[in-house]
């Protein structure tokens, strides 16, 4: 009895340890990066996504590849999105209290997000009619068997002429985005897409 007891006892140890290294509270993003909102070149993250309309399902990665200067003299980062052999690029701009994601480095911003962030928070998109941000809540993730408790829940809703798109992510400060869904229904054609986080190098710091 006390050799079976002996044997199991470093086993129990070991599930131990597992459960409570998995177990990643808010603050240690804190240590990842020293932006609310990462927005560093060098940062990387991988996404498990899903179209559910095509049934389909692929890796999606982001890298954030290098500044770019428009002739407003303000610097952006240009974020990459690799999916199979295709690409797409955006460039994102942090301030005090925002940022802006533009598709173009010409023109207004697609989009804005105000941070920090808090529940009860809404702000409209200036230069977009219809176009409204409210942060929902702030949840709490599993992502790998790390949890975190202020995943903050932010929906995007905007109507236009033929365009119409619901956009619902959870954003972990000092992480980034780490689970997204959206709605996008575009003069007839319809997007629909699941992204869930799987590995991301944030600050120097891969987690995987």
Sequence with gaps: MKKGTTQSLPVFILILFLILAGCVKENDCKKLSDEYFPNQVGNWWIYNRFDSLKMERTSLRVDIVSDSTTKDGKSYRMW???????????????????????????????????????????????????????????????????????????????????????????????????????????????????WQLEDFSVGGKTFR
Aim: proline share 3%; hydrophobic share 40%.
């Design 80 to 194: 990459v999105f690799s999916k199979s052999n295709l690409y797409d690029t955006l460039y994102v701009r942090t301030t005090n209290d925002s940022v802006l994601f533009f598709r173009y480095l010409e023109g207004f911003p697609q989009e804005i997000m105000l941070i920090p962030l808090a529940v009860g928070k809404k702000w409209s998109h200036p230069f977009m009619i219809r176009d409204s941000t409210f942060v929902l809540s702030k949840d709490s993730l599993i992502l790998n068997y790390h949890e975190y408790t202020d995943a903050f829940r932010v929906q995007r809703r905007m109507f236009a002429f033929n365009d119409y798109l619901t956009d619902t992510r959870w954003v972990i400060p000092h992480l980034g985005i780490s689970k997204l869904q959206n709605w996008h229904y575009l003069f007839g054609w319809i997007s629909k897409e699941n």
